[in-house]
């Protein structure tokens, strides 16, 4: 799990201010998919979405908190990892998601269409 692998290696979640970022038109990549995207509101324990459903979009925390899990045949659930904002979360490599994600608290979350992601990335690959 990604929280697992940041525990091994002794990653830290601090801001890093000086990281260089992909450069769309004067503004930053990140600025771009915020224009593309719908800022939805989320309340405590709203589902965002659900394991096995279709990953159509891909998801942006910009306040509040997420965590996503499996539900486990015990019944229990497996967390797989808490993002806050300025996190993005629900890429996925297939066309499902393998976990379901909801809101700790009230969030409100930037949620942008994948394929739209994919044909800003290919016209900045050009």
Excluded: C, W
């Excluded at 394991?51 to 797989?80: F, H, M, W």
């Excluded at 009230?106 to 269409?113: C, Q, R």
């Amino acid at each position: 799990m990604l929280t697992q692998t940041a525990i091994r290696t002794g990653f830290n979640r601090t801001a890093n201010n000086s990281a260089p970022r992909a450069q769309i038109s004067g503004g930053s990549f990140f600025d771009s998919i915020s224009l593309m995207g719908a800022t939805m509101p989320y309340s405590r324990d709203a589902e965002i979405y659900g394991e096995n459903e279709p990953a159509d979009y891909v998801y942006r925390v910009i306040s509040g908190a997420v965590r996503t899990y499996k539900v486990l045949g015990v019944g229990r659930r497996q967390i797989g990892a808490f993002y806050l904002p300025g996190d993005t979360f629900g890429l996925e490599a297939g066309d499902e998601h393998t976990f379901s994600a909801e809101a700790i608290s009230d969030a409100k979350i930037l949620v942008v269409k994948r394929s739209a992601l994919l044909a800003l990335a290919e016209r900045e690959s050009e």
